[in-house]
C-alpha cells in the first residue's frame, strides 16, 4: 500500500505560479511512475504529466512549457510547478503513482487551484 499527501493548492491570478507537492509513504520501493492528474466537475480527469523512474516526462500539450514536474526519489516525492497560470488551469489537481511490477495506482486526496482571470 502506497499514501499520498499533498499540498500546495490555492488561489492564484492568472500568470502567476504555485508549486504542487505530493509526498509518498508506505511501500514506496514499489513506485515507478509519478504524475499529477486534474478534474475540472462534470469533465473526465486528465493526465497533466508523468515522470517515470528514470526521470523521463510527459506533458499534456497544453501545460508543455508552462509547467515542470520533477521527483525526489530520496523523499519520494513529486511536485509541479505551474508557471504563467491560466483560468483554464483551475481543476481539482491529483497525485498518482503507480507500482511496478505489481501495477497498482495511488492517488491522493486532491487540491484544488483556482486560477482567477
Known amino acids: 500500500q502506497v499514501q499520498l499527501v499533498e499540498s500546495g493548492g490555492g488561489l492564484v491570478q492568472a500568470g502567476g505560479s504555485l508549486r504542487l507537492s505530493c509526498a509518498a509513504s508506505?511501500?514506496?520501493?514499489?513506485?515507478?511512475?509519478m504524475g499529477w492528474f486534474r478534474q475540472v466537475a462534470g469533465k473526465q480527469r486528465e493526465l497533466v504529466a508523468l515522470?517515470?523512474?528514470?526521470?523521463?516526462?510527459n506533458y499534456q500539450n497544453s501545460v508543455r512549457g508552462r509547467f515542470t514536474i520533477s521527483r525526489d526519489n530520496g523523499k519520494n516525492t513529486v511536485y509541479l510547478q505551474m508557471n504563467s497560470l491560466k483560468a483554464e488551469d483551475t481543476a481539482v489537481y491529483y497525485c498518482?503513482?503507480?507500482?511496478?511490477?505489481?501495477?497498482?495506482?495511488?492517488w491522493g486526496q486532491g487540491t484544488q487551484v483556482t486560477v482567477s482571470s
Open positions: 508506505g511501500s514506496t520501493r514499489s513506485i515507478n511512475a
Open positions: 515522470i517515470n523512474s528514470g526521470g523521463g516526462t
Open positions: 498518482n503513482v503507480r507500482t511496478w511490477p505489481v501495477v497498482v495506482d495511488y
